[in-house]
């Protein structure tokens, strides 16, 4: 659990301390005091990531996000880092298909430098050829090292996305192609900073050790005299579920084993059966106890791993703000049928539709979820990051204290309607990945493109 100072804990209640204002430009701040170290995080969140990028750009909101750590006139290119990591701090930076976010902890001490320099990027970059150049060779190799040259490639993540979604927004390529990252000019980063980068479509969030008070005067003085910028206004990214069934066969020259991609579209952030699914992922797929890991990798010993989840891996069951999947990636044992582990996993699920769970294990998998979830908020960096994505996505950061409420309140009638109502056979998108030699044997032509990997923190 969170330290006492952090949340008012009751006998199994918590709460965290939040405090917001938003500036005359439209910047809001969200603050969590917490005096239990003398250390702060912060993390400024910007509305906008892959899945707002220009089409024919795929990758672009990736390739910005290094572009943010690439200097301004004022703070020339590694001044940042010198800045916070000099004094004993941490910062990275990610792209998600709804935003984008930077992230860093350090001494309080360091909080005035921190805001200074977040507040100079927020307001111009160097704009240079060289800088560009630099940050799309940079890309080009992440993809090359996390894609080209791994086997799987990550397939489950922009693959699925690809066979899952109709809209280009939900569907295309993230991490982005050499053509397209090659294409970008500074035409495009500085209208892409422009458009996207005003103080109005973001949210600092802080937390640790100062008070609101405090933090609100600095964000002031730091960031009050941005001038707000308009910015496009946002498409429909909404669709409805799948009715017939997606499947696509790919081969892999650098996998020794066969991979099997299993994703379903999930229900809209917010609705009333948000939480009965993020509920059954948990059932279903999180971890050893969970009925797949048990039921195909213990039991029928078809598979010899498991991961997924709901919103996974971009993300987490709490954080979107279009359409996401429920996604599982497994190895499967060589001998054994792709069609025979969806059979399985079918099983599984069916089995929920038709008796539900035990009292037990409905209140053991909530436990889980909730100790992740919690215990996930405990860090400084990560608290303040999600307060400002609650804020932002939900337009509300108190959303983070009504999750364990919500998590509650799941009933095995709740899990037994989502099960039926998403994960069905019509709502499935599956891509079966198998090596060189085994794609030959099936039949599988031509090869598979490599999938494009999912951006990592960097």
């Known amino acids: 659990m969170l330290a006492a100072p952090a949340v008012a804990q009751q006998a199994d209640a918590w709460r965290l301390p939040i405090e917001t204002r938003t500036l005359d430009n439209g910047l809001t701040v969200v603050v969590s005091e917490d005096r239990s170290s003398p250390t702060v995080g912060v993390s400024v969140v910007y509305h906008v990531g892959m899945r707002l990028e220009p089409e024919n750009r795929t990758g672009f909101a990736h390739l910005f996000e290094h572009l943010m750590f690439q200097g301004t006139p004022t703070a020339p290119k590694g001044t940042f880092d010198r800045v916070i990591q000099g004094g004993g701090g941490q910062l990275n930076g990610s792209t998600r298909p709804d935003y984008t976010n930077y992230i860093e902890t350090a001494p309080v001490s360091a909080l005035k430098p921190i805001l200074w320099l977040e507040a ?7 704009f240079s050829p060289e800088n560009l150049k630099n940050q799309q060779d940079v890309v080009k190799e992440e993809i090359r090292v996390n894609v080209q040259n791994q086997p799987y490639g990550l397939f489950f993540v922009f693959d699925m996305s690809r066979l ?3 809209k280009w927004a939900n569907a295309h390529d993230g991490y982005g192609s050499f053509k397209d990252l090659e294409g970008a000019t500074l035409e495009d980063v500085e209208a892409f900073h422009r458009d996207y980068y005003g103080p109005n479509n973001a949210v600092i969030g802080i937390a640790g050790d100062i008070s609101a008070a405090e933090a609100f005067a600095l964000v002031e003085e730091y960031f009050g005299d941005i001038p707000a910028r308009p910015t496009p206004p946002r498409p429909d990214v909404s669709e409805p579920l799948n009715t017939e069934p997606r499947r696509e066969a790919q081969d892999d020259a650098l996998a020794q084993v066969p991979a099997l991609a299993v994703g379903w579209k999930m229900p809209e952030r917010g609705s009333a059966d948000h939480a009965p699914m993020a509920v059954l992922s948990q059932l279903l797929a999180g971890g050893d106890a969970s009925r797949l890991y048990q039921g195909l990798v213990k039991g029928r010993e078809q598979l010899l791993n498991l991961d997924g989840g709901m919103g996974w891996p971009l993300g987490h069951a709490w954080d979107y ?5 429920m996604t599982l990636f497994a190895l499967y044992k060589p001998n054994v049928a792709p069609d025979a582990v969806l059979a399985a996993i079918d099983e599984e699920i069916a089995r929920i539709v038709a008796e539900g769970v035990p009292a037990e294990t409905l209140a053991a998998a909530k436990t889980k979820l909730l100790a992740d979830y919690v215990n996930a908020l405990e860090p ?3 608290r303040a990051d999600e307060l400002a994505k609650a804020q932002l996505l939900w337009r509300d950061a108190d959303t983070l ?3 364990p409420g919500w998590v509650q309140a799941v009933t095995v009638a709740d899990v037994q309607r989502v099960a039926r109502t998403y994960l069905t ?5 599956v891509i079966d990945r198998v090596p060189a030699a085994m794609a030959q044997a ?3 032509a031509p090869p598979a493109a490599a999938a494009p990997a999912a951006p990592t923190q960097d």
Do not use: C, E, H, Y
Not at 120 to 126: C, E, F, I, N, V
Not at 321 to 325: I, M, N, Y
Not at 425 to 429: F, H, K, M, P
């Open 321 to 325: 703000d279009g359409p996401t999947l």
């Open 120 to 126: 100079d990027r927020m307001k111009t970059l160097d």
């Open 425 to 429: 056979a019509g709502n499935r998108t």
């Open 164 to 166: 899952a979604f109709q």
């Open 442 to 444: 099936r039949g599988i």
């Open 401 to 403: 204290n009504r999750v």
């Open 380 to 382: 400084f960096i990560s």
